[in-house]
């Protein structure tokens, strides 16, 4: 039945592929008609024959497989039949029917139908069609071939007389049983037996053929099945039965390392009872009746590591005339001795350091624990050493290497310890060193300034790491000449305030002292730079200059200054003559007095007299001429297909003015054509030039220019064309036309143009070139009617099978461009038949394709042609391509299945592209794909109570015993035979973590792989071992404010980083005394928040001890308790107080940290007035409040205002400025 849906899927497959073959439509003409049948029989009855009916209809040569069937097909000449009875006969013998009503539809036939009995041969096969109107019918041979077969040997025992018994299995290439036919076993090419599996699927043989290699046959003659043949060696035990008795030593145990793994070896004296030794025969090691290690000598065998702790049997196979002996012995090799070194460490904070641990040992570290500890705090556990994020071996060392974040840590130096363990292999060892961790450099960017009397102006500076980190905390402080002016949080490397230079800082050279605090992260550095007071610079320039109505010169003026705005008094002086004016928002306009013209050279001085805060500047020019101002004149134009000439001409002067006067000219070669009046620098000109013939004509444009703008002028080239339209030719129908020598083709070929009707007649010509484009044929004085040919061309009866180019060439008409247009012309060959069986093989080996190419009198095709094979899936979607050859007729071809082929089924096209001599063909196959057979790897689990457990393991290909390379499919766990787990792999791997509540001793353990569209299922048997747990205590560094709540945090988990669920009790000693008692720890988190009063300045240590529990032994872990200041920020409502002499101000704001919250506690603030202390108060609340009389001496001008905050315990000191502006 599975044959049967596999078969229908090809045939919608063939229908879907149709068009995708390479076969032309004539070739598949010529199959038809070829096709072995005899002559069609039609009986027209006395009715009428409805739409829906057939008239012909046709079967191709069949092909069944024995026992199991096939499909009919056969074609009517309307696939879209849904009326009458299609019958199938084979020998004349009625088979079955099929009623037709949704169009033509295979017939098909299976192990429940007649054909079931027929054995592989040839049939005569004859297909009828019959209606109420009319009976057709139509004849073809039937081939049936034998079913692929496989033999299997799927036991082997030892009898009670000590011969071999074994178990045979023949399946078919879908695994069904074949219970027909006979085996025959030989030995080095003679037979051994013969027997008849209708009867029994087991035979015994001699045990001489122990240890040797047997052939094995299967046959029925290809009566329903293929033969099958496979070789296996026999490596079976027979027992001896010498005389003399045996006896085995142990003489040692102890690891190797052989090929990147650690296995046991098992030194061994074999003697007799004489005590002799005894080095003939061999070694086997056996663990529960399965055996798991061989050797070929009496001295030693190899165990797999696996088997470390448990009891096997070693067992001597004895030879000659001596007896089988055996031994029980427990591996328990001594543990390989080790040594630990971990080198000085330092690091800085924030970033990171490598901890290196080399282990000396006689062998390379490859399993084992390794826990790293700070000051006796456990940071981490590497589970895997050889996965951790550095693993190297370098002879005798191996170095296991560790990323420590520094991020929690402070400036000092912390002692590193690790302590190696839980190795099955090694001892367990501990080591330790100092890390040092240092504070990362800073430096400030800040450099020279000049700044201006009476500008605010911003005071900045940068702050960079020298590990290129971002700089975000810390204090930047600003000191001008001894005069804290503020502090500023630094962000993103930088900080600023902004400042109004008072009147007491004079014009002349200060110092500004930058000063960045730094944090517990940066170390603090300072910067000094000179500040340059000035006064703002100005510049003079002439901007333009024009006349008045009255021809007087008017000189337009510009002062400018840096971000100021410029007023004062101008002055001009042209040889001798003085001109005064005003500047206004830096503009001045000076008239000249009418004695001054244009095109005359003078001494031209320009003087701005300054300002307060603005300094003086000059224009100067001994030879200023009042030039008149130069023109340029861009044309464009461009003339229509009508003769319409437009022509736009703009006028642009070097100061970039608009002109609205004067005249402007168009000229056609010599010829003025047109004059405008200029209009806002442009004028358009339209002239009619239908008249005028085709060719080159000259376009002038001249301006006559102004008073102030000189003339200008400027030419073009136009060229009047005549005008023919442009057109495309295309085949009609396909871009390939097949044919055959001495046939007649008609070409198809249409002309358009674009918007436009062609109604006149067109001359073309044809050409046949070659792909190197020499011209095998051409005809001429080809005609397109209205755009459209017909030509019946007839192909040369001497011209070469290949591809051609068939090319149209069409001429120039009376209003229409010449055009051409190309295609393919393919010339093919005689008919040809592909034969290939279907194809069978486990799915990523692969399968041989011996194809055979015959003609239409079934013979053998006697030359060369290339073949292509595709692969489908049964959705028509193709999977793999690739192109080989028939050489004689025959192609062979061995197919390697690659990842994609997943399915158990797939179509096979392969197609014969042809020659000179033969046409192309195509065939499809089916192709069956088995999945492959596998087991799973792994290990016995060893856990501590209540841990996670780790499910872990490979699958193998039994094939190739290489981890399979799929990420499909799953692994389901089973404890205790219950089913815990499903997991999936990941290129043949699987890991997996299970949180069990197993109680402790051993649990079975049990995997089973699912399988997927590759590989079968299968599954293992293991043990896992539980054991109690020991606590690991993860305490986090802590930085404070003293007098602050702080939150002590601390990770409890077991030896596996589990978290530890149940309740813990535990204490807090501070500097070895109690301070907490009797706290709970759940879910193995520690929160917990404490205020610290009583501290030393340094060295302050916090330990965290848990009391022994029913399921826990005690712990301790200590860290170091990081003392922190925070910063403060003055606050004020106003910058800036304007006021009198003699007048009361009013000073007040707050005082907040960082998160801009009021500060509470009594803070000391010191308030200056430029540089002389004024007072020393305490704020309240957070909040402080100053009032203060001017005295009545003091002069105008702005003057510093500063408070500063004093550094205490809790906060770094801080500086705030405000201006004050006595008027």
């Avoid at 165990?303 to 001597?316: A, Q």
């Avoid at 400036?411 to 001892?427: K, P």
Wanted: hydrophobic fraction near 30%.
């Amino acid at each position: 039945m599975k044959h049967k849906k596999l078969v229908i899927s090809i045939i919608l497959l063939v229908l879907s592929l149709y068009m995708l073959t390479t076969i032309s439509a004539k070739n598949t003409t010529d199959i038809q008609e070829n096709t072995s049948h005899n002559t069609n029989t039609v009986k027209q009855l006395n009715k009428t024959i409805k739409n829906t009916t057939a008239t012909t209809i046709k079967v191709d040569n069949q092909e069944a497989t024995a026992r199991y069937g096939g499909q009919i097909y056969y074609k009517l000449d309307n696939n879209k039949v849904n009326e009458g009875i299609v019958s199938l006969y084979v020998n004349n013998t009625y088979i079955k029917n099929k009623t037709l009503n949704n169009g033509v539809e295979p017939i098909e036939w299976n192990s429940k139908d007649q054909l079931y009995n027929y054995p592989a041969g040839e049939y005569n096969l004859k297909i009828k069609y019959n209606n109420e109107n009319i009976e057709l019918e139509d004849t073809a041979t039937l081939t049936i071939i034998p079913k692929t077969t496989m033999i299997y040997i799927t036991n082997t025992t030892i009898t009670q007389d000590n011969n071999i018994q074994l178990t045979f299995e023949v399946v078919d290439d879908e695994i069904i049983p074949v219970n027909d036919g006979n085996i025959t076993i030989f030995s080095e090419g003679t037979q051994i037996t013969k027997f008849n599996i209708n009867n029994t699927q087991t035979i015994e043989i001699s045990r001489n053929y122990a240890n040797k290699i047997i052939d094995y046959t299967y046959t029925d003659n290809n009566t329903y099945y293929e033969d099958a043949s496979d070789s296996y060696k026999l490596d079976v035990i027979i027992p001896l039965n010498g005389d003399i008795d045996t006896n085995i030593i142990i003489d040692d145990i102890k690891y190797v390392h052989y090929t990147n793994k650690y296995l046991i070896e098992v030194k061994t004296t074999i003697q007799d009872t004489n005590k002799n030794n005894i080095t003939i025969g061999r070694l086997e090691a056996y663990y529960k009746d399965n055996i798991i290690a061989t050797s070929n000598n009496t001295t030693s065998i190899i165990i797999p590591n696996n088997y470390n702790e448990k009891e096997v049997l070693i067992k001597y196979v004895a030879s000659d005339n001596y007896k089988n002996s055996s031994i029980s012995v427990t591996l328990y090799p001594p543990k390989i001795t080790t040594s630990m070194y971990i080198p000085y460490m330092y690091g800085y904070k924030s970033t990171g350091s490598n901890i290196y641990i080399t282990i000396t040992s006689q062998f390379p570290v490859t399993d084992g624990k390794i826990d790293i500890y700070v000051n006796n705090n456990l940071i981490t556990t590497i589970n895997e050493l050889n996965q951790s994020g550095y693993y190297a071996v370098n002879q005798n060392q191996t170095t296991i290497g560790y990323y420590l974040d520094l991020t929690d840590f402070t400036e000092g130096t912390y002692n590193i310890s690790a302590e190696y363990y839980d190795s099955m292999v090694f001892t367990s060892k501990s080591a330790e060193t100092t890390l040092n961790v240092r504070k990362i450099s800073t430096y400030i960017y800040g450099y020279d300034r000049t700044i201006y009397v009476n500008d605010t102006i911003s005071l900045y500076a940068y702050v960079y790491a020298n590990n290129k980190e971002i700089v975000n905390d810390g204090l930047m402080l600003f000191t001008i000449d001894d005069i804290l002016i503020g502090g500023r949080l630094v962000q993103n490397n930088s900080a600023s305030i902004e400042y109004i230079i008072p009147t007491t800082l004079t014009v002349g050279q200060h110092t500004l002292k930058i000063e960045y605090t730094g944090t517990d992260l940066f170390i603090n550095t300072t910067r000094t730079v000179n500040l340059s007071v000035q006064k703002t610079s100005t510049t003079t320039t002439i901007r333009s200059w024009t006349v008045d109505e009255n021809e007087n010169i008017i000189i337009n003026t510009t002062v400018r200054a840096w971000n100021k705005t410029v007023n004062g008094l101008i002055t001009a002086t042209l040889n001798n003559i003085t001109i005064n004016s005003t500047v206004t928002n830096g503009s001045a306009l000076i008239k000249l007095p009418s004695t001054i013209t244009t095109e005359k050279a003078y001494n031209l001085t320009i003087n701005y007299h300054g300002t307060s805060i603005l300094a003086e500047s000059s224009y100067n020019n001994e030879n200023y001429i009042f030039s008149k101002i130069n023109t340029t004149i861009r044309v464009y134009s461009s003339i229509r297909r009508n003769g319409t000439l437009t022509v736009t001409a703009s006028i642009y002067s070097t100061n970039y003015a608009t002109i609205n006067k004067s005249q402007v000219q168009l000229y056609v070669d010599k010829l003025c054509v047109s004059s405008i009046n200029l209009t806002s620098n442009t004028v358009n000109f339209t002239y009619n030039m239908y008249n005028y013939k085709a060719g080159n004509y000259t376009i002038k444009v001249i301006y006559n220019g102004t008073k102030i703008f000189n003339s200008a002028q400027n030419t073009t080239t136009i060229t009047k064309t005549e005008y023919h339209r442009t057109t495309y030719m295309k085949f009609t129908g396909n871009t390939t036309i097949y044919a055959q020598k001495s046939k007649t083709i008609q070409i198809n070929t249409t002309i358009t143009s674009y918007n436009t009707n062609i109604t006149e007649d067109i001359t073309a010509k044809l050409e046949i070139t070659d792909n190197a484009g020499k011209i095998i044929d051409y005809k001429t004085n080809l005609v397109f009617k209205k755009g459209i040919l017909y030509y019946n061309y007839t192909i040369p009866a001497n011209i070469t099978t290949m591809d051609y180019n068939l090319s149209i060439y069409s001429q120039n008409s009376t209003n229409f461009l010449e055009t051409s247009a190309t295609c393919i012309l393919r010339v093919g060959g005689q008919y040809t038949r592909i034969y290939q069986k279907n194809l069978w093989a486990y799915k990523q080996n692969s399968v041989l394709f011996n194809t055979t190419l015959y003609d239409t009198n079934s013979k053998i095709v006697p030359t060369n042609t290339t073949a292509t094979i595709k692969i489908y899936t049964t959705t028509a979607n193709i999977i793999d391509s690739f192109t080989t050859k028939f050489i004689n007729g025959i192609l062979s071809y061995n197919y390697t299945l690659h990842d994609k082929l997943i399915n158990n089924s797939y179509a096979v096209n392969i197609i014969n592209h042809g020659n000179e001599n033969y046409a192309s063909s195509s065939r499809i196959i089916n192709m069956t794909l088995n999945n492959r057979r596998t087991y799973i790897s792994s290990s016995n689990k060893y856990i501590n109570l209540k841990d996670n457990i780790v499910f872990n393991g490979t699958i193998t290909d039994s094939i190739t015993r290489n981890v399979i390379n799929t990420s499909n499919g799953n692994i389901e766990v089973y404890i205790n035979n219950i089913k815990v787990a499903n997991t999936s792999i990941k290129n043949g791997k699987f890991y997996y973590i299970c949180n069990m509540n197993l109680t402790a001793g051993k649990h079975n353990l049990t995997y089973k792989y699912t399988g997927d569209n590759i590989y079968n299922t299968t599954n293992r048997t293991y043990n896992i071992t539980v054991y109690k747990t020991a606590l690991r205590i993860q305490l986090k560094s802590i930085k404070l404010v003293i007098g602050s709540i702080t939150q002590i945090n601390a990770t409890i988990t077991d030896y596996n980083n589990k978290l530890v669920t149940n309740t813990l009790k535990a204490k807090l000693l501070l500097n070895n005394k109690t301070i907490v008692s009797n706290i709970s720890i759940t879910n193995g988190k520690l929160e917990y928040n404490y205020t610290f009063n009583n501290l030393k300045s340094s060295g302050n240590i916090l330990t965290l001890v848990i009391d022994e529990s029913s399921n826990y032994s005690a712990r301790n872990s200590t860290t170091t308790l990081s003392l922190i200041k925070d910063y403060q920020f003055l606050h004020v409502p106003y910058t800036l107080i304007t006021t009198n002499t003699n007048k009361k101000i009013v000073i007040i704001g707050n005082i907040t940290n960082r998160y801009n919250k009021l500060i509470t506690t009594n803070t000391i603030l010191n308030i200056q007035l430029a540089n002389i202390n004024l007072t020393t108060i305490t704020t309240n609340n957070g909040k402080f409040t100053y009032n203060y009389t001017l005295p009545t001496n003091i002069n105008t001008g702005t003057y510093d205002i500063t408070i500063k905050a004093l550094e205490n315990n809790k906060y770094y000191s801080n500086a705030e400025h405000l201006t004050l502006k006595v008027i």
